[in-house]
């Protein structure tokens, strides 16, 4: 009985039918998704799928918004996102980077929406990263859409391809593409990092440079000219200018002179984004000494006295500990080599639970013991 | 008959066997006359005329004949058409007679020597040579190049797409030669003619772009190199352009702009991706000094803010000059209005105490003296001991050497100028100052 009603609603969804009976399909299938056993039932039915998706370039602009709504709610869920992305008869990762290239396509955030759904889950994203990779827009060209504002005329922001992009930063292949020295995929990105007008884009953005920073082997690059990436780290972080004209002389151009309206980032998550990326910059000597050269002690510093957040005071203060201390007193070139026994790290992630709840700081102790350890 | 035709160009004796006859006129004497029979140039010439003509007329006749013989089979009587066909049979006759005729040599062709400089003047060949400035218009052209311009760019003997592209090679030649402003008017012309040839007209302005860039209109420039990209995504060397005006221009925001595009279309391009940097670096320099100037306007601002709050709070009270009974005092009532003491306002020194310029006023000689920096705490009677004392000289006009340290006597005037009131040497000039009856007039205490 369920599946005649079923079949009967592929037929009512038909793309060359009349267009009330299309729209309040559309509307019951978009309403299913809203329910867990909807969702399902739609979810093993590929005709019911592959109808919804022949309806996302309707003409009756109701129709296809439902269609795309039915759609960001199945490829919300691992199983629906599997379905769509097993479908034959059409590639649906092909049918939403058409939407997003789409000047004139209303529905463009649903489209990033949905691409985002379906690279969450990781054994899915290598997946969806292939076919883009295969396709004719390529993450290059997904990107030089990102960095246009205003790059769709009917009012689709395509913050949500911001998302897309960074959860293609979990694959290691997905990060060498970004950071490809021939290519110009990262350098767009960076301009956004403070980026007001959008807290998820801005959030999205961090995220991927933040993935980025864990490749040890484009630490050079990323440090270097072409990049410049330690003052766009520390930029949010910097508030209005407190230090004298040598102390000001001393830090990147960027820093300098910051005027007394100079606001800092006001969320703790992305902050925390940002220390950790700087934190992964000072694992090689070579690191460690550009950031010393770029004097961005200082603005630790002052950051040091605003901040409130105890993830991220952790954060800063684990980071001036490596940047005051001479190499000598480290004594390891890369501190991703140091193996940490598992006893110890216990004992490390206890502490740091600790000083999250109580704000109380033994580290120096700890540290020392561990040094004892290590010798 | 054929009578040999002898025909002499001049006239010569001719010998002929004379006939001796003897003339008895003479009584026994023999004359011998030889009588020659010879021809006088007149009469030569008559002959000759004479047997020419009998030649001519003899064969015109018999040329006439011979063609009446030949051609028309002997035929006498002429009809009117028939005369003007052999007209033309005629005509048509000297006209492969005279192809017949041995080819000459032209002279007046080019030389090895000359051909270089005739071929550029030559309007076949030259371009318009003309002085900056002057339109076409002006300038007098020779008529074969006018003829063949109107040939090249005339709409009714050539496509859109043709005269296009006459004009395009016009504006390249005169790009060449460097006549920029030349160079614009063609393309300018070329892309009137609104021809359908997208990859032309795009072209058209890249070319105009650069003639642009030569020119140093930078502005105009990247408008054409947008127009050329429009038609031709592809576009790179427009875009490079761009690139480049933008740089000149120092419009950083616009070279990102180009650049973007530009790695879009070639990810690799190494140049471009300098160009980004060198415009990053610029910017970031630019945005740096001008927070540093906001910095140390405000600076100095506050600093200034400071000293009128110190002098308000002190009690002083200051008098401008301009206005009385203003509230609000600027930086510029304390200026001093006397030309020593320009330079040396009211201000800070290191232990925090405000220090004055002073002036003294000797009214008896009407002479003034200005003490430059007067430090509110020091006692009067010390500068008064440094200008009038034991060891000063004494001033010039004090011929009487009367003003000494313990004779004078030390007055202010009163606010409302009506009477001097007595200062005590030994006080300070912060306590002077802060007399209620005591007003400082344009910053200079006196």
Not at chain 2, 101 to 128: I, V
């Amino acid at each position: 009985m369920l599946m005649d009603t079923v079949n009967e609603l592929v037929q009512l969804l038909a793309a060359d039918g009349r267009i009330d009976v299309k729209s309040a399909a559309c509307m019951t299938a978009a309403q299913l998704t809203g329910t867990p056993e909807g969702l399902s039932l739609l979810t093993s039915r590929a005709d019911i799928l592959t109808a919804i998706l022949h309806l996302i370039r309707d003409s009756e602009i109701y129709t296809s918004k439902d269609a795309m709504r039915a759609l960001i709610n199945i490829s919300a869920e691992e199983s629906g996102a599997e379905g769509l992305l097993a479908l034959k008869d059409v590639d649906i990762t092909a049918e939403m980077v058409k939407c997003i290239e789409d000047t004139e396509y209303p529905h463009a955030d649903f489209a990033c929406g949905i691409l985002a759904n379906l690279s969450k889950p990781k054994h899915l994203c290598q997946r969806v990263f292939d076919r883009i990779t295969d396709g004719p827009t390529k993450l290059e060209g997904l990107v030089y859409i990102l960095s246009q504002i205003d790059y769709n005329k009917k009012g689709a922001k395509l913050h949500l391809l911001a998302s897309f992009i960074s959860n293609f930063s979990q694959l290691a292949a997905g990060r060498r593409q970004m950071m490809d020295k021939d290519g110009f995929v990262l350098q767009r990105l960076l301009s956004f990092m403070d980026y007001k007008e959008s807290k998820g884009r801005r959030m999205s953005i961090i995220a991927t440079v933040h993935n980025c920073c864990f490749e040890k082997k484009y630490h050079p690059w990323l440090m270097g000219e072409d990049v410049d990436l330690v003052p766009r780290l520390l930029l949010p972080l910097a508030g209005p200018d407190t230090f004298n004209e040598e102390e000001n002389d001393s830090l990147p151009f960027d820093l300098q002179y910051l005027p007394d309206d100079k606001e800092r980032e006001p969320d703790p998550e992305i902050r925390k984004l940002l220390l950790e990326a700087l934190m992964q910059l000072c694992i090689t000597r070579a690191g460690r000494e550009v950031m010393r050269k770029q004097n961005i002690y200082l603005i630790l510093r002052e950051h040091h006295k605003w901040e409130e957040d105890r993830h991220c005071i952790m954060l800063n203060e684990d980071l001036v500990n490596l940047l005051i201390r001479t190499e000598d007193e480290i004594g390891v070139e890369d501190l991703s080599s140091v193996e940490v026994p598992p006893d110890m790290a216990r004992k490390f992630v206890e502490h740091d639970m600790e000083f999250l709840m109580t704000g109380s700081s033994d580290l120096n102790s700890l540290t020392e013991a561990m040094v004892e350890e290590l010798k | 008959q054929h009578s040999a035709l002898y025909i002499f160009p001049r006239c010569e004796l001719l010998f002929h066997e004379s006939k001796i006859e003897e003339k008895n006129q003479w009584p026994n004497t023999t004359r011998v006359t030889i009588h020659y029979n010879c021809y006088t140039h007149l009469e030569e010439e008559k002959y000759c005329s004479k047997v020419v003509k009998t030649r001519e007329t003899s064969m015109a006749e018999e040329w006439k004949d011979k063609v009446i013989q030949e051609k028309l089979g002997g035929k006498k009587d002429w009809t009117d058409e028939e005369r003007a066909e052999l007209c033309r049979q005629l005509d048509e006759e000297l006209e492969s007679h005279i192809d017949a005729m041995g080819k000459t040599r032209y002279k007046g062709g080019w030389t090895e020597e000359n051909w270089k400089e005739q071929m550029a003047e030559h309007p076949l060949f030259a371009p318009y040579i003309q002085e900056e400035g002057a339109t076409q218009a002006e300038a007098p052209i020779n008529p074969l190049s006018e003829g063949l311009a109107q040939l090249k760019f005339d709409p009714d003997h050539n496509t859109p797409e043709e005269v296009a592209q006459n004009y395009k090679e016009e504006g390249v030649l005169q790009f060449k030669y460097k006549k920029y402003r030349l160079a614009v008017a063609n393309f300018s012309e070329g892309l009137k003619q609104k021809c359908s040839d997208y990859d032309l007209n795009a072209q058209l302005h890249n070319n105009r772009a650069a003639a642009h860039c030569h020119l140093g209109n930078y502005r105009s420039a990247i408008k054409d190199c947008e127009k050329a990209v429009e038609l031709k995504t592809d576009y790179l060397k427009a875009v490079v352009r761009a690139v480049d005006c933008a740089t000149k221009l120092n419009s950083w925001d616009e070279v990102f702009h180009w650049c973007d595009r530009g790695l879009r279309l070639d990810p690799t391009n190494q140049k471009l991706k300098t160009d980004r940097l060198t415009a990053l670096k610029e910017k970031k320099l630019l945005e740096r000094n001008a927070r540093k100037m906001a910095r140390d306007e405000n600076k100095k601002a506050t600093e200034e803010q400071n000293l009128i709050n110190a002098i308000k709070n002190s009690g002083v009270q200051l008098g401008s000059t301009v206005l009385k009974g203003s509230s609000s005092i600027s930086l510029s009532d304390l200026e001093p209005c006397h030309p020593a003491a320009q330079g040396s306002r009211v201000h800070f020194n290191e232990s925090g105490e405000l220090v004055w310029p002073v002036m003294l006023l000797y009214p008896e000689h009407h002479e003034t003296d200005i003490i430059q920096e007067f430090p509110e705490s020091d006692h009067i009677i010390d500068h008064l001991e440094v200008i009038f004392g034991k060891e000063a000289a004494p001033a010039p006009w004090d011929t009487e050497h009367k003003y000494q340290v313990n004779n004078l006597h030390v007055f202010f005037e009163d606010k409302e100028k009506t009477k001097l009131c007595k200062v005590d040497p030994n006080q300070t000039l912060q306590q002077v100052l802060r007399d209620p009856r005591y007003h400082v007039l344009g910053g200079t205490p006196g």
